[in-house]
């Protein structure tokens, strides 16, 4: 089975400052995919970025950019040019392609952004 | 395209009764997934459906949580005899049938048990 573990449970940046958001995951499997999401207050939980695990080459989705670090199971989240949109919960998510996908989820950081 | 849509968004109920819930994953996605999110926890999964069938159900919580998937479009969660510790959000996300394919996720169901 696989965990994944959110170290900060609480983040605040300046607006226009960039923040990470870290995330440790552990897994035997070789096959298996990265996710964060992020979810709003009182809104649905929406992708940010995902991340083959056969791919080196880091993930980026305009203001967001992984640091994926394979040997070490981090998989870290860069919020450039932080907008107060981008107040959230952030979860940090696993999915292993022989067990259905389905998703196993950290227990979350809070983000603030403030302006 | 529409989304992922559940209904209802918020149901109360006292303990002891039955509740179901909807999901309607988007239209082309043959998976569909059911979660359990608590307050300021990340989610849980409980099952998923390929098309009609229930391919995972070990993770449901326990014998009074059920769901079916019959035509292989919309989906029901049902908890019998409801416990105050139900009370929850209930999340369900959709996806192709791909590997490592993005779940889309709906706006949920949030469930108090009085």
């Known amino acids: 089975a696989q965990t994944v573990t959110q170290s900060q449970p609480e983040m605040s940046v300046q607006e226009a400052e960039t923040v990470t958001l870290s995330c440790t995951y552990d897994t035997s499997e070789s096959n298996y995919y990265l996710f964060w999401y992020k979810q709003p207050p009182s809104r649905q939980m929406i992708l940010v970025i995902r991340?083959?695990?056969?791919?080196?080459q880091n993930a980026t989705e305009n203001r967001f950019s992984v640091n994926f670090q394979k040997a070490a199971k981090s998989f870290s989240l860069k919020i450039s040019d932080s907008q107060l949109g981008d107040t959230a919960m952030y979860f940090c998510a696993c999915s292993i392609n022989n067990a259905g996908n389905m998703l196993t989820f950290g227990g979350g950081t809070r983000l603030m952004v403030k302006p | 395209d529409t989304g992922v849509s559940q209904d209802p968004r918020h149901k109360i109920t006292k303990r002891g009764q039955n509740v179901t819930f909807r999901c309607d994953p988007i239209?082309?996605?043959?998976?569909l997934y059911w979660y359990r999110q608590t307050l300021g926890q990340g989610p849980e999964f409980l099952t998923y459906f390929q098309n009609e069938a229930q391919l995972e159900k070990s993770r449901l919580l326990s014998d009074r949580f059920s769901a079916e998937r019959p035509k292989g479009s919309f989906s029901t969660l049902e908890i019998q005899r409801t416990e105050q510790g139900d009370s929850a959000m209930y999340l369900c996300?959709?996806?192709?049938?791909?590997?490592?394919?993005?779940?889309?996720f709906g706006p949920g169901t949030r469930l108090l048990v009085l």
């Open positions: 991340q083959e695990a056969y791919k080196q």
């Open positions: 996300a959709s996806s192709l049938l791909s590997l490592g394919e993005t779940q889309y």
């Open positions: 239209s082309e996605h043959n998976r």
